[in-house]
């Protein structure tokens, strides 16, 4: 059995939004060990995605263009010009955050997390969005 890696890509985009829901509803509720296993895991899935995509489009496709028309055409390009420079602003970001978590040097990583977290929400989300507009809708 395979799976289509955009599937997959997709997939793990979505699994990198919830746990971030998650780690973040555990940590307002005062639980660090559960907080700390769902950002683990939304690192994890979201390395995963990385290395899924990149695969899928240095040897596989390269460019994938959008083939819808009107409308759509114009909110799947907005989507992508935010989604894109974000997603590059989340890997460093997301790796100093955890670096001084693992250092717990908590001040400097809640300064980062306070506005990486909605980012890499916004990137998980439109890049599940991304994926239904090229390739279910």
Request: some cysteine; proline content about 3%.
């Amino acid at each position: 059995m395979s799976i289509h890696l955009p599937t997959l890509n997709a997939i793990l985009n979505g699994a990198s939004g919830i746990f971030l829901f998650l780690g973040w509803r555990a940590i307002k509720r005062g639980q660090r060990d559960v907080h700390q296993r769902f950002m683990v895991a939304a690192m994890i899935s979201s390395a995963l995605f990385l290395c899924s995509y990149l695969t899928y489009h240095i040897t596989t496709v390269g460019i994938t263009r959008y083939q819808g028309e009107g409308l759509l055409r114009g909110v799947y390009f907005f989507i992508l010009l935010t989604h894109t420079p974000l997603a590059a602003i989340v890997v460093p970001a997301s790796l100093a955050a955890l670096w001084h978590a693992l250092h717990h040097n908590f001040s400097a990583h809640v300064k980062i997390t306070r506005w990486l977290l909605p980012v890499w929400m916004y990137v998980a989300v439109t890049g599940v969005v991304i994926y239904l507009m090229l390739y279910i809708f």
